[in-house]
């Protein structure tokens, strides 16, 4: 049994204590937000860092902790950073655009506000050697203006509106997408 808090609950994982945390997470509790992003069995730490989860509020690889290691530690998921994406970084990587592919959204994100917490000021070359994901699609620009604006959020420097909370009906999605339509029922 491998017992530590997820998300601020407290969980046991019945399971080998050898499995990355990064299974247990995706497939035992359903937070997909973690992405695999060496496939379905990650590369052991070597891919793109879509895996990122904090650990005692420091972002690591969950590909790369077992159940073992993470015995008794404080695991925050992408779920978990905020209940209603209030974060600083994900209000601000909404408004910077930063948002690509979304696959590789999640590990950045926690890898930026993982970043924020031991140097709530980074510098342009802080954050570019701070957050260490790979993405093919070049985000890379707008994701420093975004952690740049998150750093001057959370030191309540400038205020952004938040990003909109989970839940969003379609209705009220096709009233700001002006692609989507949403017939009424029949
Ligand atoms: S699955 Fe790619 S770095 Fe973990
Ligand atoms: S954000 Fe996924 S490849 Fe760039």
């Given at each position: 049994?491998?017992?530590?808090?997820?998300?601020?609950?407290?969980?046991?994982?019945?399971?080998?204590?050898?499995?990355?945390?990064?299974?247990?997470?995706?497939?035992?509790?359903?937070?997909?937000?973690?992405?695999?992003?060496?496939?379905?069995?990650?590369?052991?730490?070597d891919c793109g860092g879509a895996c990122m989860v904090?650990?005692?509020?420091?972002?690591?690889?969950?590909?790369?902790?077992?159940?073992?290691?993470?015995?008794?530690?404080?695991?925050?998921?992408?779920?978990?950073?905020?209940?209603?994406?209030?974060?600083?970084?994900?209000?601000?990587?909404?408004?910077?655009?930063?948002?690509?592919?979304?696959?590789?959204?999640?590990?950045?994100?926690?890898?930026?506000?993982?970043?924020?917490?031991?140097?709530?000021?980074?510098?342009?070359?802080?954050?570019?050697?701070?957050?260490?994901?790979?993405?093919?699609?070049?985000?890379?620009?707008?994701?420093?203006?975004?952690?740049?604006?998150?750093?001057?959020?959370?030191?309540?420097?400038?205020?952004?509106?938040?990003?909109?909370?989970?839940?969003?009906?379609?209705?009220?999605?096709?009233?700001?997408?002006p692609a989507l339509r949403v017939p009424a029922p029949?």
């Amino acid at each position: 049994m491998s017992r530590m808090t997820v998300n601020d609950r407290p969980v046991e994982f019945d399971l080998d204590p050898r499995m990355p945390l990064l299974y247990a997470l995706r497939e035992a509790m359903n937070l997909t937000g973690t992405k695999a992003c060496g496939g379905m069995g990650g590369d052991g730490g070597d891919c793109g860092g879509a895996c990122m989860v904090l650990v005692d509020g420091v972002a690591l690889r969950s590909c790369a902790i077992t159940l073992a290691e993470a015995e008794g530690r404080i695991i925050t998921t992408i779920e978990g950073l905020s209940a209603d994406r209030a974060h600083p970084v994900q209000q601000a990587m909404v408004a910077q655009q930063a948002i690509q592919c979304g696959f590789c959204t999640p590990g950045m994100v926690i890898s930026a506000a993982a970043l924020l917490l031991r140097n709530p000021a980074p510098t342009r070359d802080d954050i570019a050697a701070g957050i260490p994901n790979i993405c093919r699609c070049g985000v890379y620009p707008r994701l420093i203006k975004a952690v740049e604006q998150a750093s001057r959020v959370a030191r309540r420097q400038e205020r952004i509106s938040a990003a909109p909370a989970p839940g969003i009906s379609a209705e009220d999605a096709a009233k700001a997408v002006p692609a989507l339509r949403v017939p009424a029922p029949e």
